[in-house]
């Protein structure tokens, strides 16, 4: 019987030398005599040259990917700086009252934030004449409550869009709910914006933004009635 035999395929060839890791070993004449294209023109190089040449794109890579996360750091520590002197200008605030104005302030100087509003509800009797304090209608109120992260975007013609001081150049936004603990209630709601549409958007990251509500929700709750004279809201 004539049986055909099948030639050696490239894979064959492969797998018997991943599977023979001494091959080279007992042959070791082949390594000076193999011959690869370099990967950057037609000129034929050594084995043992291909390896030193992928080793150093390696190597290139790696460089590359540690300089990113070296940049990435010192971009982080600049932030955690940034932070860290806002939540000092709040703990240096001695009037509660002063609070909302020292946090815009504060986001403008230390963050480059052009324009920042803050309403709280549920506040002390006390502060009833303070702008932070004028009246914010329910549909606000039930959408604060709604958020379970900042919302970042385009201005859609938020009613809360109307407490800053230029509203009609507020291109993006940056919506952030106000507690005064993570499990409280929501009593405030802090709104950034920007006149560069695309400085607050639907893809960016938001952990900063909650970060920063949660202290400035902090904060804020000096401002607060005691619990039993606040007004419940209905967010059904």
Request: proline share 4%; aromatic share 6%; glycine share 8%.
């Amino acid at each position: 019987m004539n049986l055909a035999v099948q030639p050696f395929t490239e894979d064959d060839i492969a797998d018997f030398l991943a599977n023979q890791p001494d091959f080279f070993e007992r042959h070791a004449e082949l390594l000076a005599s193999v011959q690869l294209f370099s990967g950057h023109g037609d000129r034929a190089i050594s084995l043992q040259e291909r390896q030193a040449s992928l080793l150093r794109e390696k190597i290139k890579a790696l460089e590359t990917r540690v300089l990113e996360m070296v940049g990435h750091g010192q971009d982080n520590l600049v932030i955690a700086g940034k932070m860290q002197s806002w939540t000092r200008r709040l703990l240096q605030t001695t009037q509660a009252r002063d609070l909302p104005s020292a946090i815009v302030e504060g986001l403008a100087s230390e963050f480059q934030i052009p324009q920042a509003a803050i309403r709280l509800w549920g506040m002390d009797a006390a502060h009833a004449g303070e702008d932070f304090a004028q009246e914010v209608g329910d549909d606000v109120q039930r959408f604060a409550a709604s958020l379970n992260a900042p919302y970042c975007g385009v201005n859609s013609g938020f009613e809360a869009v109307r407490w800053l001081p230029h509203a009609g150049q507020a291109q993006s936004l940056a919506l952030i709910a106000l507690r005064a603990s993570l499990d409280a209630p929501v009593s405030g709601l802090l709104v950034l914006a920007s006149t560069d549409a695309q400085r607050f958007h639907s893809g960016m990251g938001t952990e900063f933004l909650e970060r920063l509500g949660e202290l400035a929700g902090a904060a804020l709750s000096r401002l607060q009635a005691p619990a039993a004279s606040r007004p419940a809201v209905n967010v059904g």
